[in-house]
């Protein structure tokens, strides 16, 4: 799989799509082939389970090379440094840790821990160190008003 540098001058969005049916990835990758843009494929942790990483790990490997666009591969919202490492292990060129559920300093010490983990391998990291309000990942409403606070996570 490729990676992309982020360069203002050619003015485009990098766009991000949840792969879990199986032909998601070809109908994704053939038009941003045809657009000749680069792609995300994001898979969350209960896409996942049981053969589905190894599966879906799998398929990207196997067509990337196919496509001349970067392809990125990019776990989403992980909970556990364990997720983290099976991930990087197969593939995954991008991983998300979301330690939003944990303490900050618990989260920031984790979320630390998985960036030299992941960078050692040549792997990027997103993090989540707040709150985001919306809907959790199971798809309830979070609207709590609680949100990420600057100031905790500059």
Do not use: W
Not at 39 to 61: F, K, M, P, T
Not at 74 to 91: E, P, Q, T
Request: with cysteine; proline share 5%; charged share 20%.
């Amino acid at each position: 799989m490729k990676s992309f540098p982020m360069q203002k001058k050619h003015r485009y969005a990098v766009t991000a799509f949840d792969i879990t049916p199986d032909l998601f990835p070809r109908a994704i990758l053939d038009l941003c082939e045809e657009e000749r843009a680069p792609v995300i494929l994001a898979a969350l942790e209960h896409d996942l389970q049981g053969v589905g990483l190894d599966y879906v790990a799998g398929i990207v490997r196997a067509v990337a090379p196919a496509y001349t666009v970067p392809v990125v591969l990019h776990l989403d919202h992980a909970a556990s440094f364990d997720l983290v490492k099976r991930c990087i292990a197969v593939g995954f060129s991008s991983v998300m840790f979301d330690g939003s559920h944990l303490p900050l300093a618990e989260n920031i010490a984790q979320t630390r821990d998985i960036v030299r983990y992941a960078h050692a391998r040549g792997v990027t990291v997103e993090a989540e160190l707040g709150f985001v309000a919306g809907n959790d990942l199971g798809g309830a409403s979070t609207g709590d008003g609680r949100l990420t606070d600057p100031a905790e996570v500059e």
